[in-house]
């Protein structure tokens, strides 16, 4: 019986010990070497702190954040550039590109007003410049990473950027404005009564005036009587007493003044000169020299001549000029920059005296030597440009009509 027993209660141990492994079945002992691992359950996601999905969906969010900002992150110029930009137009206002419209009231503002406003709109500017990767920083203000602590060194840079754009954008109204295509028309007009003029300027006052009025006048765009009269008045005789005189002696109240082409010329720099103002733009007259002839009486001398019995002394044969059709004016591009007008008539006056092969800052062996060549063959003034400035520098004496033409054809030039 006892033994009975005894296998009894081997077989009970035997079974309870099976049981107890079986409940125990995915726990860890506390003598297990295998105790913190982690153990991955057949869904494939960590059995960490973070519930499900959390650890892949956290993961996730942070690599599209960092694409992001690596994808649409500017650099420091690209950000500073709109901030100085921002600052120039709240204090110069939109260029608007609209006929009729000019710049706002930056039009004749100087470089260094633009450049000390535009430190000084950046050194209020205490914002975030750059976005941040990390959150704890994203909204914060000051430190490093602000406009006024980077942008400054790019001021001068994107203020060239801003004028070069506002001057073309300005140039692009002028030429585009009302007051530049009526200006246009006109000098067209004015062209037309240009050539008009210089073909019939002998014939009678009326044919001239009726040839005029058909090339210019009023009812041609851009044409006016005001117009029709320049023309037709240019050249005439009837300017003093002693031209009336002159007129009266002959019978011929059409009679024009030796230097009658050079006037009808410079009625059409004057137009010319109109449109340049208008539009912004440098279009230059160039027109043929007009041969006089003074070596002859005039009619008042004649009659003069026959009253007092006493004949005017003949003037002195007129020497031939082979280079009579030479240009009164020449025009030179300097080296360097001209400054003031004594630079550039000292420039002008070195250029005539000097050899052509002596050393210039200004000028080119090349340069000097077609002046003088020019001085030579009748060349009475020189036209001295840089990048902004152009001077008239005259090496000889003008007459009243070169005097009047040079001046409003070269009216945006500096002259003493």
Known sequence: MKNFLSVFGLIGAIFCATAADAVSAGTVN?????????????????????RG????????????????????????????????????????????????????????????????????????????????YGVNTVNGVGGMNTAARLCPSYVQQELMAFLSMS???????????DLCISRRQELEAAMACHAVALVYGNETSSMLTTQLTDACGAGVPGGSAEM???????????????????KIVSLDLNK??????????????????????ACGDNLQLNTVPHVSNSSGPTALQTVATLAVGAAFPVPEQRIENP????????????????????????????????????????????????????Y????????????????????????????????QTFANCISK
């Not at 996730?60 to 690596?70: C, E, I, P, V």
């Open 30 to 50: 506390a003598n297990n070497s295998s105790r913190g691992v982690s153990v991955m359950a057949s869904g494939g996601h960590s059995n960490s702190n973070l």
């Open 53 to 132: 999905y959390a650890n892949t969906a956290q993961a996730y969010k942070t690599n599209q954040r960092n694409t992001y900002f690596m994808v649409t992150q500017p650099d420091v110029d690209t950000a500073c550039r709109e901030r100085i930009f921002a600052c120039l137009t709240e204090y110069c206002g939109d260029t608007t590109v609209v006929p009729g419209q000019r710049q706002s009231k930056c039009q004749y503002a100087t470089e260094s007003e633009l450049y000390n406003y535009a430190l000084l709109c950046l050194q209020k500017d205490t914002s975030i410049l750059l976005p941040q």
């Open 167 to 177: 001057n073309m954008a300005t140039q692009l109204s002028k030429s585009n404005s």
């Open 228 to 246: 029709v009269t320049r023309f037709s008045s240019a050249g005439n005789v009837g300017a003093n007493i002693w031209g009336w005189a002159e």
């Open 256 to 277: 024009k003044s030796e230097d009658w082409q050079a006037a009808v010329d410079a009625v059409l720099a004057g137009y010319t000169n109109r449109m340049n103002l």
């Open 323 to 374: 280079y009579e059709n030479w240009s009164v004016f020449m025009e030179v591009t300097s080296l360097s920059e001209l400054y003031d007008y004594n630079t550039a008539y000292q420039v002008v006056q070195a250029a005539m005296s000097n050899p052509s092969t002596t050393q210039n800052a200004f000028l080119s062996s090349s340069q000097i030597d077609n002046m003088q060549t020019a």
């Open 376 to 407: 030579k063959r009748g060349t009475k003034m020189f036209v001295i440009r840089d990048s902004a400035r152009c001077y008239m520098i005259p090496v000889a004496q003008l007459t009243m009509q070169e005097q009047s033409l040079i001046a």
